[in-house]
């Protein structure tokens, strides 16, 4: 009973992200205007932050722990929104646009990498149509070709998390899997720690 209330509770809250209309069909730019964030009263995450970059830019964030790089990654990909300033895709307000077609067009690694227990080709193809040339592409993309060879292939099921793999081997699966979604905005959160 006290399981089945919990559930019709967080069933019936009303989401904190609210969906946008438009659909974004690619992302050209990117820009931060004077972007506040803060998880508690007097404690910000971001600051007034501000910078923008095009399509075909490479942006690193570079700062000490706690600075705000994975809060500015969670703003984009809105899985909470600021509290002040403009985030705009495209000269256009990012809440303008549905969460679905947001995180369609843009592809997260991390540094915690999380496998499947099934083939090799199913982790990097995951959530998307299959296609064996592709998978093969990304992988080579990923300098993880060679390595899967030597496993055996692409048919190579992994064990529960990787727990076959290297630290690298899983980073460059992931990448293969980031790569092969075919991202406007391909985001590394120190996702090359252990290569």
Partial sequence: MAASERVFYLL???????D??????????????NVHLHYEEDKHALNGTSFAFEKGQICAL?????????SIINLLLRFYDKQK????????DITNYTLKSLRLR???VTQNIYLFNDTIA???AYSEEFDEARVLQTLKEASAYDFVQDLGGINTVLQEHGKNLSGGQKQRIAIARALYKNPDLLIFDEATSAL
Avoid: M, W
């Fill in 85 to 92: 300033g403009e985030i705009l895709l495209n000269e256009k």
């Fill in 106 to 108: 843009i592809a997260l």
């Fill in 62 to 70: 570079v700062g000490p722990s706690g600075g705000g790089k994975s």
């Fill in 12 to 18: 019936d809250l009303r989401a904190e992200i609210q």
């Fill in 20 to 33: 946008g209309k438009d659909e974004l069909k690619h992302i050209q730019r990117i820009e931060f205007k």
């Fill in 122 to 124: 199913e982790n990097v």
